[in-house]
């Protein structure tokens, strides 16, 4: 039985392909970024007149504008969660690992 659905002649499955797409992409915006920070010319290609210091400030504060939201994001989910989750039952109202125990074993022929 063969379980790969996808991937040409390399035999890759779906799930490979797609992490092999997100490895590529994030190697690409990786090279871009690091080329981007330490030579910031190699944007006037594109016949943009943006100067050095300007490039640079935004190549680090988008990041950390960035992640400062995902931060933000992943607390208020957390605060969600523990929000609306209901609160667990007193420790008192759980059975005690001896009054498991007689109830298991109390045979249920013998009243």
Partial sequence: ??????????GLSKDQTIGAAILAI????GIFYVATLFYPQWLNVFGTQITQSNVQ?????????????AILGIGSWIG?????????KPIEDLPTPDEK??????DPAKP
Avoid at 57 to 69: D, N, R, S, T
Avoid at 101 to 106: D, I, L, R, V
């Fill in 80 to 88: 969600w969660t523990m929000a609306t989750t209901p609160p667990p």
């Fill in 101 to 106: 125990t007689e109830t298991e074993n109390k």
């Fill in 57 to 69: 400030f935004w190549v680090i504060a988008v990041p950390v504008l960035v992640a400062f939201i």
């Fill in 1 to 10: 039985m063969n379980t790969r659905q996808s991937g040409g002649e390399l």
């Fill in 26 to 29: 994030c190697l690409l915006i």
